[in-house]
């Protein structure tokens, strides 16, 4: 069941919106005029409506039982912020420049992960389409952009999204977006985009208003559990479906990055991850092209990755912290919170040759066993990194890699990753080894609201003992002090540090037994006592490559 309001050719709009649990829906005009429609309700608890000689630019609110009015659940444009109307948009009017495009192979992929507000000073999609040149001489060919749904304020992470069809209004609306992913396409970089499905943020959070979208049998770190196993779940289940096909369908993303799955609830006999696979695969058969799901689980569980015949999910990929953790902390004095369980050499060793570290091996800081073996998993089913968004801005002070240790091991960590059998992805100026903090911003309007991320926020830290206090997240310059700084490529350093990595980038695409991505004819040993990782890709001495770490 499709979702929102749709535009149709001929100037007529098809509303759908669930409330099982209502008595009375009906869609309220503002603009450009007032006037309210009713509409009526199916024998599922969806209400729908057809409103005739409208235009695009209408906004609208849902009236609830003759009272309380709010913005569309499936809003796929909110002009004036998360508590306004929701605005009507054209799809079909975006004429598209990507009929060629057919997407990259996953273990093609050069991913970048990118935040729009900081990744450039205009802090919108057209400033990253500004870019996109730089980006192609560095080697990337694969964009990863956080979250983009619809977030109280202009300034946030993501992460606080309550509207997950709408793209954010100051970053540039639906057709913004549209316009980057069609550049991205035009210039051969596809495009994974970052959507979360454990939780909304709480400003402007008005599911709840209509229907049963969350549980209060689990307990999310974030807020209400979304509710996919519990009464009344089959519509929820089916918005977040639609979700996914609505990226797809309407904005050409090959790709979505699904945050924190093992915050996702669901201990029904088909698990909404197994359904969003099925789905998916259902529509690339009509769209004749794939598109990926890209998991972030904690959890080192393949059956998120695994086949449906063996009982998996089937999710195409995952991302790895067990790699990044076992690097990081050989290149830094980080001991503290989940760094506690890493440290030696053999642990990386054992990453490069099976995935995970933690396969069913007892974790201190879990203070039990955790995980599953790994190591009959093909490489290219999982995504690593040396940092990312989580890593450098949950730091107190957002530190990134480059502001932690020398320049050689910046140049370490990056061959250790590009040269990797796996999925890299590279964070947002660590090319160049950005000196500019990622430090957690948010522009909440509501006080207690934002007293209490700046309390969680200290909270989160305890674990780690680092002293002092971290920076304000409400205060602008927090976030302004996180942008990218361009005019540092200028300087010698910088430069080297971009061309390095342009080299590795160019050596991965080019030998072909760094193509490809598999686990034959990977050979890994290690000497703790010297720090060293010998590890040989390569199945044929004519085609075999020695890296040592």
């Not at 449906?308 to 004095?333: N, P, V």
């Not at 440290?343 to 099976?354: N, P």
């Not at 201190?364 to 009959?376: D, I, T, V």
């Given at each position: 069941?499709?979702?929102g309001?749709f535009?149709?050719?001929?100037?007529h709009?098809e509303?759908?919106?669930?409330?099982p649990?209502?008595?009375?829906l009906a869609v309220?005009?503002?603009a450009?005029?007032?006037?309210t429609?009713?509409?009526r309700?199916?024998?599922?608890g969806y209400?729908?409506?057809t409103?005739?000689?409208?235009?695009?630019d209408?906004?609208?609110?849902?009236?609830?039982d003759g009272?309380?009015?709010w913005?569309?659940p499936?809003?796929?444009?909110?002009p004036?912020?998360?508590h306004?109307?929701?605005?009507?948009i054209?799809?079909?009017?975006?004429a598209?420049g990507d009929?060629?495009?057919?997407s990259?192979p996953?273990?093609?992929?050069?991913?970048?992960e990118?935040?729009?507000g900081?990744?450039?000073d205009?802090?919108?999609f057209?400033?990253?389409?500004?870019?996109?040149?730089?980006?192609?001489s560095?080697?990337?060919?694969?964009?990863e952009?956080?979250?983009?749904?619809?977030?109280?304020?202009?300034?946030?992470?993501?992460?606080d999204?309550?509207?997950?069809?709408?793209?954010q209004n100051t970053y540039?609306g639906?057709?913004?977006f549209?316009?980057?992913i069609?550049a991205c396409h035009?210039?051969?970089?596809?495009?994974?985009?970052?959507v979360?499905?454990?939780?909304l943020?709480?400003?402007?959070n008005?599911l709840?208003?209509?229907?049963?979208?969350f549980t209060?049998?689990y307990?999310?770190?974030?807020?209400?559990?979304?509710?996919?196993?519990?009464?009344?779940?089959?519509?929820?289940?089916?918005?977040f479906?639609?979700?996914?096909?609505?990226w797809?369908?309407h904005?050409?993303?090959?790709?979505l990055?699904?945050?924190?799955i093992?915050?996702?609830?669901d201990?029904?006999?088909?698990?909404i991850?197994?359904e969003?696979a099925?789905a998916?695969?259902?529509?690339d058969?009509?769209?004749r092209?794939k598109?990926?799901?890209?998991?972030?689980?904690?959890l080192?569980?393949?059956?998120?990755?695994?086949?449906?015949?063996?009982g998996?999910?089937?999710?195409?990929a995952?991302w790895?912290d067990?790699?990044?953790h076992a690097?990081?902390?050989?290149?830094?004095?980080?001991?503290?919170?989940?760094?506690?369980?890493?440290?030696?050499i053999?642990?990386?060793?054992?990453?490069y040759?099976e995935?995970?570290?933690y396969?069913?091996?007892?974790?201190r800081h879990r203070?039990?066993?955790?995980?599953?073996?790994?190591?009959q998993?093909e490489?290219?089913?999982?995504?690593?990194f040396?940092?990312?968004h989580?890593?450098v801005?949950?730091?107190?002070?957002?530190?990134?890699?480059?502001?932690l240790?020398?320049?050689?091991s910046q140049?370490?960590?990056?061959?250790?990753?590009?040269?990797?059998?796996?999925?890299?992805?590279?964070f947002?100026g660590?090319?160049?080894?950005?000196?500019t903090p990622?430090q957690?911003f948010?522009?909440h309007?509501d006080?207690?609201l934002v007293?209490?991320v700046?309390?969680g926020?200290?909270?989160e830290?305890?674990?780690?003992?680092w002293?002092?206090?971290p920076p304000?997240?409400?205060d602008?310059?927090t976030f302004?002090r996180?942008?990218?700084?361009?005019n540092?490529l200028?300087?010698?350093k910088?430069?080297?540090?971009?061309?390095f990595y342009?080299?590795?980038?160019h050596?991965?695409?080019?030998?072909?037994c760094?193509?490809?991505?598999t686990?034959k004819g990977?050979?890994?040993?290690?000497?703790a006592?010297?720090s060293?990782i010998?590890?040989k890709?390569?199945?044929?001495?004519?085609d075999?490559?020695l890296?040592?770490?």
């Amino acid at each position: 069941m499709h979702l929102g309001a749709f535009y149709k050719q001929g100037g007529h709009c098809e509303f759908t919106v669930w409330a099982p649990l209502k008595d009375k829906l009906a869609v309220k005009i503002s603009a450009p005029e007032q006037k309210t429609i009713p509409l009526r309700k199916d024998p599922q608890g969806y209400w729908h409506g057809t409103i005739e000689e409208v235009s695009p630019d209408l906004r609208y609110l849902y009236e609830i039982d003759g009272k309380d009015q709010w913005p569309d659940p499936a809003s796929f444009f909110q002009p004036e912020g998360v508590h306004k109307p929701s605005g009507i948009i054209d799809h079909s009017s975006y004429a598209w420049g990507d009929e060629t495009w057919q997407s990259l192979p996953l273990n093609e992929m050069i991913i970048y992960e990118i935040h729009v507000g900081t990744f450039t000073d205009q802090g919108t999609f057209a400033g990253i389409i500004s870019k996109l040149d730089y980006l192609k001489s560095l080697g990337v060919n694969t964009i990863e952009i956080m979250p983009v749904a619809q977030f109280p304020g202009n300034r946030n992470w993501g992460y606080d999204g309550v509207h997950p069809f709408a793209v954010q209004n100051t970053y540039g609306g639906p057709t913004g977006f549209k316009q980057l992913i069609d550049a991205c396409h035009q210039n051969g970089i596809a495009v994974v985009l970052d959507v979360v499905y454990n939780h909304l943020g709480p400003e402007g959070n008005y599911l709840g208003n209509f229907a049963p979208y969350f549980t209060d049998k689990y307990q999310t770190p974030w807020g209400w559990a979304i509710n996919f196993d519990d009464h009344y779940c089959d519509g929820t289940r089916n918005y977040f479906i639609q979700n996914v096909l609505y990226w797809f369908e309407h904005f050409h993303i090959d790709g979505l990055r699904l945050d924190a799955i093992h915050g996702i609830f669901d201990f029904g006999a088909k698990h909404i991850l197994k359904e969003m696979a099925e789905a998916v695969e259902a529509f690339d058969k009509t769209s004749r092209r794939k598109h990926y799901l890209i998991a972030e689980s904690d959890l080192n569980d393949i059956r998120v990755i695994e086949p449906r015949e063996k009982g998996g999910h089937a999710l195409d990929a995952q991302w790895m912290d067990d790699f990044h953790h076992a690097l990081r902390t050989l290149l830094t004095e980080d001991r503290k919170g989940y760094y506690a369980d890493f440290g030696k050499i053999d642990q990386l060793a054992k990453s490069y040759k099976e995935g995970f570290v933690y396969d069913w091996t007892y974790s201190r800081h879990r203070k039990k066993y955790f995980g599953s073996s790994s190591a009959q998993v093909e490489p290219d089913q999982f995504v690593i990194f040396s940092q990312n968004h989580d890593q450098v801005g949950n730091r107190m002070q957002g530190e990134r890699l480059s502001q932690l240790v020398d320049f050689e091991s910046q140049k370490l960590a990056a061959a250790a990753v590009l040269l990797s059998p796996y999925i890299p992805m590279l964070f947002m100026g660590e090319e160049f080894g950005a000196q500019t903090p990622f430090q957690y911003f948010i522009s909440h309007l509501d006080p207690d609201l934002v007293k209490a991320v700046r309390e969680g926020r200290k909270r989160e830290f305890a674990a780690f003992q680092w002293q002092g206090d971290p920076p304000d997240p409400q205060d602008e310059k927090t976030f302004t002090r996180c942008r990218l700084d361009w005019n540092a490529l200028k300087e010698k350093k910088a430069a080297c540090l971009f061309a390095f990595y342009q080299e590795l980038i160019h050596i991965r695409k080019t030998l072909p037994c760094l193509r490809t991505l598999t686990r034959k004819g990977i050979q890994v040993s290690c000497d703790a006592a010297k720090s060293l990782i010998w590890l040989k890709r390569g199945e044929t001495t004519r085609d075999q490559v020695l890296l040592i770490l």
